[in-house]
C-alpha cells in the first residue's frame, strides 16, 4: 500500500526557515516525479515545486524562486523542501504528491498519491 508520511510544518517567523519532508513507504521514489503543492484557506492547491526522476530538472513557482529548494534522498525514500526567507504569504497546507510517469505536473489531476499535508504557519 502507497503511503506518504510529511512532517516538519509548524510555526515560524517571517524571514526564517523550515525544512519539509515527505517519507514514502510501499514504493520507491526513484522512477517518481515528486511535487510539493500548497493550498491557503479558499484558494487553489497549488504547485510550489516538482523534482523530475526523468531529467532530474525541477520546477518552482515564482514567487518562491531562489527561496525554496526540493532535493531527494532516493535511498532513504524521502524528498524535502527547503525554505528560506519565510513569507505570511507562504502560509498554507503543504502535500507532497507523486507521479508514475516522472514528468511532473502542473496541475494535481496529474499525481497519483498524496500526502495527508502538513501546516506551515509563517506569522510574528
Not at 507562504?90 to 508514475?100: L, Q
Request: proline fraction near 3%; charge should be neutral; aromatic fraction near 12%.
Amino acid at each position: 500500500q502507497v503511503h506518504f508520511v510529511e512532517s516538519g510544518g509548524g510555526l515560524v517567523q517571517p524571514g526564517g526557515s523550515q525544512r519539509l519532508s515527505c517519507a514514502s513507504s510501499g514504493f520507491s521514489l526513484d522512477h517518481y516525479a515528486i511535487a510539493w503543492f500548497r493550498q491557503a484557506p479558499g484558494k487553489e492547491r497549488v504547485e510550489v515545486s516538482c523534482s523530475s526522476s526523468v531529467d532530474g530538472s525541477a520546477y518552482y513557482l515564482d514567487s518562491v524562486k531562489g527561496r525554496f529548494t526540493i532535493s531527494r534522498d532516493n535511498a532513504k525514500n524521502t524528498v524535502y523542501l527547503q525554505m528560506n526567507s519565510l513569507k505570511p504569504e507562504d502560509t498554507a497546507v503543504y502535500y507532497c504528491a507523486a507521479d508514475h510517469r516522472g514528468l511532473g505536473s502542473r496541475l494535481p489531476r496529474g499525481y497519483d498519491y498524496w500526502g495527508q499535508g502538513t501546516q506551515v504557519t509563517v506569522s510574528s
